[in-house]
């Protein structure tokens, strides 16, 4: 009787079939698809904000209005209307008190005005922020052109310092009929990392 050679039990590893390799190839194609589309669309969410601001008058809220004084000189004031501008001013944290100087004015369509408000860094270290506009109502937005704005840059303030900064804008006569008040609201944030830029002038109160 002969001897029966040992097999051995060690399976191969089977090839992979046709259907599987065709499988893998569609998942490759569908993630790399994938891809490209989240690449391309973190390129064109850049523009797409904009526009996006654009439509809504978001993107003249801390974006500097290069043709505003060209557009005062040039604009006819409209006598014939009167529309009220109220102002207002809140702060984020206890850093700063922060108001405007007057609560609210009336200025024709067209006619150059200013107001001003004013900011007190009440700490005893610098500090800086960045003041960001709102409108009301909404729309009014497209229509108030800042000339010269404080909200434009951020502002640094040495310790315990004071400074005053003018507003200046004129009311575009294109404004809706029916709008005859705006709100014009600014909140002043505090900058994280800034305060150490902000200057110490030599005396401690500035103005």
Request: aromatic share 10%; net charge neutral.
């Amino acid at each position: 009787m002969s001897e029966v050679e040992p097999r051995d039990v060690r399976a191969a590893d089977p090839a992979p079939s046709a259907s599987g390799r065709a499988s893998n190839l569609r998942m490759f194609g569908k993630l790399l698809v994938i891809t490209c589309v989240m690449f391309g669309f973190g390129f064109a969410l850049v523009p797409l904000y904009e526009k996006i601001c654009e439509v809504t008058g978001l993107n003249s809220l801390t974006k500097v209005d290069r043709e505003a004084a060209e557009f005062a000189r040039n604009t006819q004031v409209d006598t014939s209307r009167k529309i009220v501008v109220e102002f207002d001013a809140n702060s984020r944290g206890e850093a700063w008190q922060f108001r405007p100087e007057r609560s609210s004015i009336e200025v024709h369509p067209g006619e150059l005005a200013t107001i001003v408000y004013d900011l007190v860094n009440t700490r005893d270290v610098a500090t800086a922020g960045q003041a960001i506009p709102s409108y009301a109502p909404r729309q009014s937005a497209a229509y108030f052109r800042k000339i010269e704005c404080f909200c434009f840059q951020q502002q640094a303030l040495a310790a315990n310092e004071s400074k005053r900064f003018p507003v200046v804008f004129v009311i575009d006569p294109q404004l809706p009929k029916d709008v005859t008040t705006i709100t014009l609201s600014y909140t002043f944030f505090e900058v994280a990392g800034a305060a150490a830029q902000a200057p110490v002038p030599a005396t401690g109160r500035g103005s």
